[in-house]
């Protein structure tokens, strides 16, 4: 017995894997150039947060057709990992269909279920090919989705078409062989699987014993490199989702949506302030520390959570199509947001990969290289886009960070911001009445 195959075949899953793990720790790294952030409190609503969210898919069953196809597509990829799991058992110890001698009947059930599941993902992938193609729903042709995230969403629908092929391809070939008593798995019958014992006769039944073969071990190779291929492509695609959809829904913000954090720096002077014992001529704890930035104009002021979502986000558009501000035709997109940190953040890392590690000032920055400050002053702050998010993605917590920025280190808010802060230093009210104007209603009779 030859075992070329086993050994090309342990090559091509360990240098797969080696590349993909390489690029997890790319990610890591990135996620890890935020400031800190305590996310690890209240453990129980969290795990029901990514155990309802992430794994159950709540969020997406607010637009029920496209949720339906997802969900297919979803449950066809985490149930066919059995399958895969199978072929690598298979490819390592040369073995066929390892699972059936010791399943039994229980191993047709559970391909047929593949099986049935692949073919509702085969149902899936085209509309959703269609709804992106040939319906063009708006939020999918939004100027920031031209080029490669167009290109991007079609190129992972393909493969998810040469996947199920393969499936099929490979099942349905093989029970053409097993019927004919040449299977690799040793008997006569049939598998009796849901969808090949059908699709197998009509397509292949004609075929020479040679070419089934063929066919059967192009399946077979197919499905694993398919798999080998789509898992290096996420890092380039938006479909990091898949796994990051769990620990970004784990980490998220518990607070009420509306609720803004205060930043400590401002807080601890306020308290110095309204403190009656506290020496405003102290000199500081550390007077050579680095004053802190208010706000966030790169990447690297974000926290790491914020980072995270950015990596997370599915580009689905559900944000940008119920943000009041871009439908009254307004610059700001909430999905444009997320898109625009993160091709930051891979900027900012391939920097650090061509200089041993170290970033190294590159005189550019997220703000006004990526994002204007006429898409975050045209924010409402409305919670809109955090609510549709399907995965907890937060793109106002990155808005308002910034928008702190143009105020607190820039003076750059708007004028008619400058002038209600103003009005409130000076009289208390966002008004330019002053505090006796204010109350003379009373005084009508």
Not at 161 to 173: A, E, P, R, S, W
Not at 320 to 345: F, V, W, Y
Not at 351 to 375: C, R
Not at 397 to 410: A, C, F, K, N
Request: glycine fraction near 6%; charged fraction near 20%; aromatic fraction near 10%.
């Amino acid at each position: 017995m030859s075992f070329l195959p086993n050994i090309i075949f342990a090559i091509v899953l360990i240098v797969g894997v080696g590349f993909f793990a390489k690029n997890v720790k790319k990610i890591i790294r990135n996620i890890k150039l935020g400031q800190d952030v305590n996310r690890t409190d209240n453990a129980g609503a969290r795990w029901k947060n990514m155990a309802l969210i992430a794994l159950g898919q709540k969020k997406m069953f607010t637009r029920p057709i496209p949720a339906i196809l997802h969900f297919a597509l979803y449950a066809a990829f985490i149930i066919t990992q059995i399958e895969l799991l199978e072929i690598i058992i298979d490819g390592f110890f040369g073995t066929h269909r390892f699972f059936k001698e010791s399943l039994g009947g229980f191993y047709t059930f559970l391909i047929s279920f593949i099986e049935i599941l692949s073919l509702l993902a085969l149902t899936a992938t085209i509309a959703f090919l269609s709804r992106r193609n040939l319906l063009k729903l708006p939020r999918f042709n939004k100027a920031e989705m031209l080029g490669w995230p167009t290109k991007d969403a079609n190129l992972i629908l393909i493969m998810e078409l040469v996947l199920v092929t393969c499936i099929f391809t490979m099942n349905g070939t093989d029970e053409v062989l097993y019927s004919l008593g040449k299977s690799h798995f040793e008997g006569t019958g049939s598998f009796n699987f849901a969808v090949s014992q059908h699709l197998g006769p009509a397509l292949f039944g004609g075929m020479s014993e040679g070419a089934l073969h063929i066919l059967e071990r192009v399946g077979w190779w197919g499905h694993l490199l398919m798999v080998i291929a789509f898992l290096n492509y996420l890092y380039f695609s938006k479909h990091l989702h898949i796994i990051l959809a769990f620990p970004n829904t784990f980490f998220a913000d518990l607070n009420p949506k509306g609720k803004f954090d205060n930043l400590e720096s401002v807080t601890n002077e306020v308290k110095l302030m309204m403190d009656p014992n506290a020496d405003p001529f102290a000199a500081p704890a550390n007077p050579d520390a680095v004053p802190a930035k208010f706000g966030a104009s790169d990447v690297q002021d974000l926290n790491w959570v914020q980072l995270l979502n950015a990596y997370t986000c599915t580009e689905c558009g559900r944000c940008t199509s119920s943000c009041p501000a871009n439908i009254t035709g307004k610059k700001l997109s909430p999905r444009k947001i997320m898109m625009d940190t993160r091709d930051r953040l891979e900027e900012v890392g391939k920097n650090m990969d061509a200089n041993k590690g170290v970033f190294v000032p590159d005189n550019k920055s997220l703000l006004n290289d990526y994002i204007t400050p006429e898409e975050l002053w045209a924010c409402t702050s409305c919670n809109a886009c955090v609510e549709e998010c399907p995965i907890n993605i937060s793109p106002l917590s990155i808005i308002m960070d910034m928008r702190r920025y143009l105020v607190m280190e820039q003076s750059a808010a708007p004028m008619e911001l400058n002038a209600v802060m103003t009005n409130i230093e000076n009289n208390g009210a966002p008004w330019q009445y002053n505090q006796q104007d204010r109350v003379n209603w009373r005084n009508e009779e």
